[in-house]
């Protein structure tokens, strides 16, 4: 089925380590996007990316980084992971246009120990 | 900063109860989306209001987007265990590449 891909779906760091979360959407979609999703703060956006060769932080960029690789890929990395980064991230795409939906990956449950 | 504020967080009714949720902000919002979640997936998008004012119905549930566009409603009629998850709204944000502001969520329960 068409739609947002992301890997893994759990992992495991140690205080530290770092890892590059994968995200590829088949849909042809312009803009791509980062969140976290803490319990009782709903989502909150990490990372855009508005448009293939550009990237812009969110609300809670701090301790992370995204690359967007293509038109269909937007990867986020955590160079030096912390405690305070367990959660569950989603990454999601959109046309970009006012209005427009987002289509949601079924997540990465990030664990920092 | 632009925030979405959503009530009540938690909502446990019984099968056949009607129920609302709602979302409010002091900013304008271009437009508004409604998303459900299910545990250990991705928001699913329901429904977009753009309008001030504008109605919309999906089956039992029905989204108003306030006539200011700073608010917006989520009405289900007479609910069913199937309807229940995360609802989460959310306000597209200026001319920021589809940029959208989420709500911290309303988690339902509905017990048969």
């Known amino acids: 089925n068409a739609g947002v891909t992301q890997t893994p779906k759990f992992q495991v760091l140690k205080t530290g380590q770092s890892m590059t979360l994968q995200c590829a959407q088949d849909?042809?979609?312009?803009?791509m996007y980062w969140y976290r999703q803490d319990p009782g703060m709903g989502l909150r956006l990490i990372y855009y990316?508005?448009?293939?060769?550009?990237?812009d932080k969110g609300e809670v960029p701090n301790g992370y980084n995204v690359s967007r690789l293509n038109k269909r890929e937007f990867s986020l990395r955590l160079e030096s992971a912390a405690p305070s980064q367990t959660s569950v991230y989603f990454c999601?795409?959109?046309?970009?246009?006012?209005?427009?939906?987002?289509?949601f990956g079924s997540g990465t449950r990030l664990t920092v120990v | 900063t632009q925030l979405l504020e959503q009530s009540p967080q938690f909502l446990s009714i019984q099968e056949g109860e009607n129920l609302t949720v709602y979302c409010n902000s002091s900013?304008?919002?271009?437009?508004l989306q409604w998303y459900r979640q299910e545990p250990g997936e991705g928001p699913v998008l329901l429904v977009t209001?753009?309008?001030?004012?504008e109605v919309k119905k999906l089956k039992r549930l029905t989204f108003q987007f306030g006539d200011a566009r700073k608010d917006s409603s989520l009405h289900i009629t007479a609910a069913q265990p199937g309807d229940t998850g995360l609802y989460l709204c959310?306000?597209?944000?200026?001319?920021?590449?589809?940029?959208?502001?989420f709500g911290q969520g309303t988690e339902l329960s509905v017990k048969p």
């Open positions: 999601a795409s959109s046309r970009g246009i006012q209005g427009y939906g987002y289509t």
């Open positions: 849909m042809n979609h312009n803009s």
């Open positions: 990316s508005a448009s293939e060769g550009t990237t």
């Open positions: 900013s304008v919002f271009s437009s």
């Open positions: 209001v753009v309008t001030g004012g």
């Open positions: 959310a306000g597209a944000v200026g001319n920021q590449g589809g940029k959208l502001i």
